[in-house]
């Protein structure tokens, strides 16, 4: 089965780092771009960045440029996002999702089933 | 960023009617623009991509049309299961991003 399986939820204290992952299944992992999606609560869907696991070429979005590091691992077909210094308004929903197809400019057709990341003193 | 615009924000319809939400685009995207379906708890998921193409398995009574600025997301025969919010995305810059999305309630 085709597949991203995301880790659990998280709870965090601002000012501390974290990394979550997105494991992909059933398909060859290297060829097609990850992204990560973030929904914070009762709000729409942000475009943060996206990897490309053959070269591990990583874009951002200009709003999450510097806040967020996008990384992958081929050996194990996982993709990361790491934040190094956590605010309360990272508090959200966070979605790993698949390109449809090779080129950079697509929807994402595989989504993981979500992380949900609480950031509270 | 280019900044996209969805209306109405909410859409109230009944089972079986022809439902059409609107996404604007603050410059062109040419025709890069894809639609998705979000329901409560869920993830998002793909129903329209390159503006009018059908992401298999979703069913036929979902179309998209448009190009340039102007793109627009029907539902024709509003189904119970089509109850959702319903996001637009353009991939045409270097940047993609989302409408802010448009509830489709009863």
């Known amino acids: 089965e085709v597949q991203l399986v995301q880790s659990g939820a998280e709870v965090q204290k601002p000012g501390e780092s974290l990394t979550i992952s997105c494991q992909g299944s059933g398909y060859t992992f290297n060829n097609y771009w990850i992204g990560w999606v973030r929904q914070m609560p009762g709000k729409g869907l942000e475009w943060m960045g996206i990897i490309y696991p053959g070269d591990s070429d990583a874009r951002y979005s200009p709003s999450f440029q510097g806040q967020v590091t996008i990384s992958v691992d081929n050996s194990v077909s996982t993709a990361y996002l790491r934040w190094s210094n956590l605010k309360a308004s990272d508090t959200a929903m966070y979605y790993c999702a698949r390109l449809r197809g090779v080129r950079f400019n697509d929807g994402f057709n595989l989504w993981g089933q979500g992380t949900l990341v609480t950031v509270s003193s | ?106």
């Open chain 2, 1 to 106: 960023d280019i900044q996209m615009t969805q209306s109405p924000s909410t859409l109230s319809a009944s089972v079986g009617d022809r439902v059409t939400i609107s996404c604007r685009a603050s410059q062109s995207v040419s025709g890069w623009l894809a639609w998705y379906q979000q329901k409560p708890g869920k993830a998002p998921k793909l129903l329209i991509y390159d503006t009018s193409s059908l992401q298999s398995p979703v069913p036929s009574r979902f179309s998209g049309s448009g190009s340039g600025t102007e793109f627009t997301l029907t539902i024709s025969g509003l189904q119970p299961d089509d109850f959702a919010i319903y996001y637009c995305q353009q991939y045409s810059s270097s940047s993609p991003t989302f409408g802010q999305g448009t509830k489709v309630e009863i």
